[in-house]
């Protein structure tokens, strides 16, 4: 999903023929493996706008021609999660493929916080997972039902347009997916899903430099040679 002035996304994803043309010619061939790896041969991107600025739920909502009636996966770019060799949203797909019915990630945050986060209440299932009884957009501590919060992962079935497109807006003024989320649980099981990993809140400016490091750690070429530099750089702030 994109929005007007965001095309950098797009161009991310596209085929960029005069790099690739300098790189065959330098002799580059690992690098130029590893651009036209960006996009796969059996994906396709497609760039969806957002004309207007009317929440999550409109986002998720603009993409109905696309997806059809098909189960399909929400990944919000503020949150980065890092799974190691075990992705979340492959976590979550081996748990859609069990429940074939939605699913909504979340995660303990400290209870004053839970006016940061729409907030589940469930029956569990098992350690990771539960039946989901309720969820809320952004509720005061006082009237939080748990201190289980959402977290930028979803796998939802195709019925949940229908509900996104007849919703009134929420807060905000705001098409909430959180809504069609409450409204989707009336007529078919949605669960919860603790996850296996660590996440890193981007839309904050010291989660985004936490996240770089960290990510630039577990690198599989630079990974050793940065963790020294970083060892090396914080011994010599202690002088």
């Given at each position: 999903m994109t929005g007007r002035g965001k095309r950098a996304i797009e161009d991310h994803f596209d085929v960029s023929h005069e790099l690739e043309v300098q790189l065959e010619a330098a002799g580059k061939f690992d690098l130029l493996e590893e651009v036209r790896d960006i996009l796969p041969e059996h994906v396709t991107a497609v760039a969806i706008r957002q004309p207007r600025p009317l929440g999550l739920g409109h986002a998720v909502y603009c993409a109905k021609k696309i997806i059809g009636?098909?189960?399909?996966?929400v990944l919000l770019a503020d949150d980065m999660i890092y799974g190691g060799r075990n992705p979340v949203l492959l976590q979550m797909v081996d748990m859609f493929d069990k429940v074939q019915s939605s699913i909504v990630a979340v995660?303990?945050?400290?209870?004053?916080?839970t006016h940061k986060y729409g907030i589940v209440s469930m029956t569990p299932v098992d350690d990771r997972s539960?039946?989901?009884?309720?969820?809320?957009?952004?509720?005061?501590?006082?009237h939080a039902p748990s201190n289980l919060g959402v977290v930028g992962r979803?796998?939802?079935?195709?019925?949940?347009?229908?509900?996104?497109?007849?919703?009134p807006k929420g807060s905000g003024g705001e098409i909430q997916l959180t809504d069609g989320i409450a409204e989707l649980m009336k007529n078919q099981d949605v669960y919860s899903y603790a996850y296996h990993g660590k996440r890193y809140d981007c839309g904050s400016k010291l989660g985004y430099l936490a996240a770089t490091v960290e990510y630039g750690i577990n690198h599989k070429d630079l990974g050793d040679d940065f963790k020294?530099?970083?060892?090396?750089?914080?011994?010599?702030?202690d002088q």
């Open positions: 009636d098909e189960p399909f996966a995660e303990e945050v400290d209870p004053s916080e539960g039946k989901m009884e309720g969820i809320v957009e952004k509720p005061l501590p006082e979803y796998i939802l079935t195709s019925e949940i347009f229908d509900h996104l497109e007849n919703i020294a530099y970083l060892k090396e750089f914080v011994e010599s702030l």
